[in-house]
């Protein structure tokens, strides 16, 4: 008979194999329970090593992130354009983020900045103005470098009155012509006398009448189509 603990099987009596067989027993479910136990600490050890190079290559993969997208900047005619009420600028000033801002010409035509306080702007053309806060700005910087951008042109405004779609002021950005802003009011009406329309235009402060030939335009005459300007009335009777 097989030995167990170093004790023959043949030479234990009953009571006596019985309590080795229940001895070995133990230990075999022991050592399969330490042997799960060792291979699962392992497994353990091994998922947290994973986690950990994973951490890390994350760490040390930088982000994606997207670019600010620029400001929108409106397009103007650097010579005929001059800031008015309620038009919308950015002011930057070169690595003084304290300093850039975007600003609403208020009604006394007046922006506010710090250090500078107020500065009144209406009148003034975007590079004169840039001028102008340069200098302003001068005493508290080396070398400021100021740049002024439009972003919302709300003081160019025409007028259309009459047998139109939709009456009312428009703004005017630079290019519209009296056709454009008609489509834009969706057309004139059905009893509107289209070859009486006519522009109401202030030129050295008298109102002067422009008539307007609406069927040569409307046939692609574009000769007939008439530029507007800041303040003009278009009166489609």
Known sequence: MTPINGVPLSSCKFGQRKNLLSLAFVGV??????SESFAQATS???DSAKATEQSKDKAQTPSSVKPASPDSAVSVDSDAYRIGLADQLMISVWKESELSMAVVVRPDGMITLPLVNDVHV????????QQLLTEKLKPFLT??????????IRS????????????????LEGGETVMLLLAASGG?????????IYILRTENNKQIRIPFQYKKAL??????????????VIVVP
Request: proline share 8%; charged share 25%; glycine share 10%.
């Open 29 to 34: 479910v022991l050592a399969l329970s330490s």
């Open 44 to 46: 353990t050890t091994d």
């Open 122 to 129: 209406v009148g003034l053309k975007p590079v004169e103005l």
């Open 143 to 152: 070398e400021p470098q100021v740049t002024v951008i439009v972003q919302g």
């Open 156 to 171: 160019r405004k025409v007028y259309l009155v009459g047998n139109v779609s939709k009456q009312g002021s428009y703004p």
């Open 188 to 196: 004139v009406g059905p009893f509107a006398k289209a070859d009486s």
């Open 219 to 232: 046939r692609g005459k574009t000769k007939e189509d008439i530029a507007l300007l800041p303040g003009d």
